[in-house]
């Protein structure tokens, strides 16, 4: 069993499509303001439930781990960071605003495009910006 988590930075797998580039750097921020970091992906469904349930924050990479969000508790405070090819794709915010929990989408910078208009490179979260959303915000 983990023990209490408040402050929670989910991390998406080594595989992942549209990864951010400087998640270690982001990992390394968070973690020394009080952020536990953990990959949904090597946890099982009570393990996840149990963290997200426990959780106050959440910064998390957009992606499939979001289905968990159906285990926080009205008025946790999720801070969503996405690619720019994501801007307009409203899922986390619609869930976030029938579970009652509060939701803030940072927008990084693309990596680089591929032909197709997607950024499989990646992208990337400013640490000062991400610091300020966490100072305003939490």
């Not at 209490?4 to 580039?21: D, E, I, S, W």
């Not at 285990?71 to 720019?84: A, E, M, N, S, Y």
């Not at 579970?99 to 989408?105: D, F, K, M, V």
């Amino acid at each position: 069993r983990h023990e209490q988590l408040g402050r929670v930075f989910v991390r998406r797998g080594p595989n992942a499509f549209r990864p951010l580039r400087n998640a270690s750097g982001l990992q390394s921020q968070l973690e020394n303001s009080g952020f536990t970091t953990v990959e949904t992906t090597s946890l099982n469904m009570q393990q996840r439930r149990a963290i997200f349930a426990e959780a106050r924050v959440l910064v998390a990479e957009y992606g499939a781990a979001f289905g968990n969000l159906i285990f926080c508790q009205p008025g946790t405070i999720v801070i969503d960071l996405r690619g720019p090819s994501l801007e307009h794709d409203l899922t986390a915010a619609n869930l976030c605003a029938l579970l009652g929990l509060r939701y803030i989408a940072v927008l990084g910078e693309r990596a680089r495009f591929s032909r197709e208009g997607f950024a499989p490179d990646g992208f990337s979260v400013s640490e000062s910006q991400l610091r300020q959303v966490l100072h305003t915000n939490t």
